[in-house]
């Protein structure tokens, strides 16, 4: 499996608050969501005006498409008339790591806690005496 990872620097040059700057990447966040399927999300330079760093991660079960994805998104964004794009920064690595077994959660008790296992022998032996006065 590969993991494609973008980071896009976006300029709202017209942009004079957090709020019109804000409208402006919730239009591209939706043109994305619509067009690709890919959330995108800004990760940087929020509390800059007219500057906005976007970041997406995508895979796939090969290099090449995950790279394809990130260069749709990047047209996808470039034609955004709001925003100029500015900078791309994108790679694709392979993720091989091993699968590792994970906890049955019973829901009657929670999330996988010793309660549900029928029996009381996860209770501390302190807890199982009562004293008597």
Request: proline share 2%; aromatic share 4%; charged share 30%.
């Given at each position: 499996?590969y993991?494609?990872i973008?980071?896009l620097?976006?300029?709202?040059?017209?942009?004079?608050s957090?709020?019109e700057?804000?409208?402006?990447?919730?239009?591209?966040?939706?043109?994305?969501?619509?067009?690709?399927?890919?959330?995108?999300?800004e990760?940087?330079?929020?509390?800059?005006?007219?500057?906005?760093?976007?970041?997406?991660?995508v895979?796939?079960?090969?290099?090449?498409?995950?790279?394809?994805?990130?260069?749709d998104?990047i047209?996808?964004?470039?034609?955004?008339?709001?925003?100029?794009?500015?900078?791309?920064?994108?790679?694709?690595?392979?993720?091989?790591?091993?699968?590792?077994?994970?906890?049955?959660?019973?829901?009657?008790?929670?999330?996988g806690?010793?309660?549900?296992?029928g029996?009381d022998?996860?209770?501390?032996?302190?807890?199982?005496?009562?004293?008597?006065?």
């Open positions: 499996m993991v494609g973008a980071r620097t976006i300029v709202v040059a017209h942009s004079h957090l709020k700057k804000r409208m402006v990447l919730r239009r591209i966040r939706d043109r994305v969501r619509e067009r690709l399927g890919i959330a995108i999300n990760v940087g330079d929020q509390d800059s005006w007219q500057r906005a760093e976007l970041g997406v991660a895979t796939s079960a090969d290099r090449a498409k995950a790279l394809e994805l990130l260069d998104l047209r996808v964004v470039g034609s955004a008339s709001d925003g100029q794009l500015v900078a791309v920064a994108k790679d694709a690595w392979t993720f091989d790591a091993p699968s590792a077994a994970v906890a049955a959660v019973d829901d009657r008790t929670g999330a806690d010793k309660a549900g296992a029996g022998d996860w209770v501390p032996e302190a807890w199982k005496t009562v004293d008597e006065e």
